[in-house]
């Protein structure tokens, strides 16, 4: 088994990186597709920020003088589609966005969902021995970011693309990948 793969009971396979099996998408989230889902992420919170952003002040208005935005007729399933895309925006952009955060955490600090619980077990218990437990993949901000978006621009690295994560998915032998308990 190579270093931070995983078994995936739905799908009978082995993968790299694994984050999670995602039930919408009926495949599993690793390492050949994990920049696309953070980045899947990133459009619907973008998405969903514009939306509430449009209607917000359409809906404030609504909700304050029970009357129309702007003094404009509008037929009441106008309103109803105004109210209705406003909480929609913003109850689908916060769920999203909670989701979206944790994902920029986890790039960040180079850990997939699975191995973030498997690292807060060995930190706790490094910490009850007196010692400090150090995540053996985490090569920094910049390069844990890299290691999921390439080495492009920061324009650019959040536009798709087709180019093929970094190989291999962990520290090379020129980094300590030993030297996790400090």
Not at 29 to 44: A, D, I, Q
Not at 62 to 87: C, D, E, G, K, Q
Not at 107 to 127: D, H, L, M, P
């Amino acid at each position: 088994k190579a270093p931070r793969a995983h078994f995936d009971h739905v799908t009978k396979k082995l993968v790299l990186n694994m984050d999670h099996y995602c039930p919408w998408m009926f495949n599993v989230v690793g390492y050949l597709n994990y920049r696309y889902f953070v980045l899947f992420l990133g459009y619907v919170f973008t998405a969903c920020v514009y939306g509430v952003m449009l209607t917000a002040r359409p809906f404030i208005i609504m909700i304050r003088t029970h009357r129309r935005p702007f003094n404009m007729r509008m037929a009441h399933s106008a309103s109803a589609a105004v109210s209705y895309t406003f909480l929609l925006a913003l109850s689908i952009g916060l769920a999203v966005a909670l989701l979206f955060f944790w994902h920029v955490y986890l790039v960040s600090s180079a850990q997939t969902t699975i191995e973030f619980y498997g690292n807060q077990t060995k930190y706790f218990r490094a910490r009850m021995q007196g010692q400090k437990y150090r995540n053996p993949y985490d090569l920094g901000f910049k390069r844990n970011w890299q290691m999921v978006f390439g080495n492009r621009s920061v324009l650019t690295m959040f536009l798709p693309s087709t180019r093929q994560p970094p190989w291999p998915p962990w520290p090379r032998p020129d980094h300590d990948a030993e030297a996790h308990i400090v």
